[in-house]
């Protein structure tokens, strides 16, 4: 964790600011690669997690694009309305849960408004290790879309094709995803019902799991009235704790003061995420793909549940 000063507060759309961030010992930031974020720790106490949407070999800022949202828990109305130019806040080095496979013939990468951030850093990257790639930018329209600007007078502008749903524009996703070249990669990031539209198109086109890469902002919400309550171990002392049906894994074993790093607690950041040797889980987080899901090797007790009777966990 270091200390940066907001050196730039600039407003992109009526509710999308994009801020640009600086150490306030002048050094260099650590170096990051596409697709990467960053933990950001607010005023009011939350973390959140932004994209970097700034070029990788920029090492003297980051840059983060934030959605005003009012359904939000908090943070991005904290960040619109209390932090400004001069103020200060404190980051996590980047990690990447949403990196290019860089093995890929090419490249198709699918913005849905706001997530537009990650893959602007990725079009970037891409455009200067000259790869094959192309990027669509879904938004409402022209006044609702971020960073515009810059992708248009950037490099690989003539590469990115922009659709706007009120002006007739909408993106056909059946004609984009038809026939899948095996060499290519396809990654998505926005809303989480656009992303599970370009995924569950990509499926039903033929597309393997293997090259689907998505970044989720926020888990989906769902009832929590049939939760039942489930035992998790702790491998290393033995001890065994019960999850009452209203409270989620993480909360009881930090109101037991077992260590277990966290940031999101919704179960999209990968932070909490723990080794499981055994019992089955109810996968609720949005972090790990389908196939993760399946292998059953991690568990998010942030979000996540069980199926079984008990899960042993690897602390």
């Given at each position: 964790?270091?200390?940066?000063?907001?050196?730039?507060?600039?407003?992109?759309?009526?509710?999308?600011?994009?801020?640009?961030?600086?150490?306030?010992?002048?050094?260099?930031?650590?170096?990051?690669?596409?697709?990467?974020?960053i933990?950001?720790?607010?005023?009011n106490?939350?973390?959140?997690?932004?994209?970097?949407?700034?070029?990788?070999?920029?090492?003297?800022?980051?840059?983060?694009?934030?959605?005003?949202?009012?359904?939000?828990?908090g943070?991005?109305v904290?960040?619109h309305k209390?932090?400004?130019?001069?103020?200060?806040?404190?980051?996590?080095?980047?990690?990447?849960?949403?990196?290019?496979?860089?093995?890929?013939a090419?490249?198709?990468?699918?913005a849905?408004?706001?997530?537009?951030?990650?893959?602007?850093?990725?079009?970037?990257?891409?455009?200067?290790?000259?790869?094959?790639?192309?990027?669509?930018?879904?938004?409402r329209?022209?006044?609702?879309?971020?960073?515009v600007?810059?992708?248009q007078?950037?490099?690989?502008a003539?590469?990115?094709?922009?659709?706007?749903?009120?002006?007739?524009?909408?993106?056909?996703?059946?004609?984009?995803?038809?026939?899948?070249?095996?060499?290519?990669?396809?990654?998505?990031?926005?809303?989480?019902?656009?992303?599970?539209?370009?995924?569950?198109t990509?499926?039903?086109?033929?597309?393997?799991?293997?090259?689907?890469?998505?970044?989720?902002?926020?888990?989906?919400?769902?009832?929590?009235e049939?939760?039942?309550?489930?035992?998790?171990?702790?491998?290393?002392?033995?001890?065994?704790?019960?999850?009452?049906?209203?409270?989620?894994?993480?909360?009881?074993?930090l109101?037991l003061?077992i260590?277990?790093?966290?940031?999101?607690?919704?179960?999209v950041?990968?932070?909490?995420?723990?080794?499981?040797?055994?019992?089955?889980?109810?996968?609720?987080d949005?972090?790990?793909?389908?196939?993760?899901?399946?292998?059953?090797?991690?568990?998010?007790?942030?979000?996540?549940r069980a199926k079984?009777?008990?899960?042993?966990?690897?602390?």
């Amino acid at each position: 964790m270091f200390e940066v000063e907001v050196t730039a507060k600039v407003k992109e759309t009526d509710d999308i600011h994009l801020f640009r961030l600086a150490r306030t010992d002048n050094a260099p930031l650590p170096a990051f690669s596409a697709g990467a974020h960053i933990d950001v720790h607010l005023p009011n106490g939350l973390v959140r997690q932004y994209s970097l949407c700034n070029p990788p070999h920029d090492h003297h800022c980051y840059e983060i694009g934030v959605l005003n949202d009012p359904d939000s828990r908090g943070g991005s109305v904290t960040l619109h309305k209390s932090v400004n130019v001069g103020d200060r806040l404190t980051i996590s080095e980047p990690r990447n849960l949403f990196p290019l496979e860089h093995s890929a013939a090419h490249h198709l990468l699918i913005a849905g408004g706001i997530g537009i951030t990650p893959l602007l850093c990725m079009a970037e990257r891409l455009a200067h290790t000259n790869a094959s790639f192309s990027l669509h930018y879904c938004a409402r329209s022209p006044a609702h879309a971020a960073l515009v600007e810059r992708i248009q007078t950037s490099e690989f502008a003539d590469r990115v094709t922009f659709h706007f749903s009120q002006t007739k524009g909408r993106l056909d996703m059946q004609a984009l995803l038809a026939d899948p070249d095996t060499g290519t990669h396809l990654y998505t990031c926005g809303p989480n019902n656009f992303m599970d539209a370009v995924l569950q198109t990509a499926a039903a086109q033929g597309w393997q799991e293997s090259q689907l890469h998505r970044e989720y902002f926020a888990a989906a919400s769902g009832s929590t009235e049939a939760d039942s309550a489930f035992e998790i171990q702790i491998a290393s002392s033995g001890e065994v704790i019960q999850i009452p049906a209203d409270k989620s894994a993480l909360e009881v074993m930090l109101d037991l003061d077992i260590d277990i790093p966290f940031a999101c607690e919704e179960g999209v950041c990968g932070s909490c995420s723990t080794r499981l040797l055994s019992g089955e889980p109810d996968h609720r987080d949005v972090y790990m793909s389908p196939e993760e899901h399946a292998k059953n090797e991690e568990f998010a007790p942030c979000c996540s549940r069980a199926k079984s009777a008990r899960l042993v966990l690897d602390i």
